[in-house]
């Protein structure tokens, strides 16, 4: 699995939380799982390109 997530960029976001070093691995699934089933609604589209409304 790719990691996509950076862990300061979270930090960033929440300024005023914590961050369990558990967060950025948990959202990094999410955000592969939410990539793979873009993928597969692109290609069922017959399409080769990855397209917001893919997401």
Not at 21 to 33: F, G, I, M
Request: glycine content about 2%; aromatic content about 2%; hydrophobic content about 40%.
């Amino acid at each position: 699995m790719v990691d996509l997530i950076i862990k300061s960029k979270i930090k960033e976001a929440v300024k005023e939380l914590n961050v369990s070093s558990d967060v950025p691995e948990e959202l990094n699934k999410k955000v592969n799982h939410l990539l793979e089933e873009a993928a597969w609604r692109a290609k069922a589209n017959g399409r080769r390109t990855l397209q917001a409304k893919d997401l």
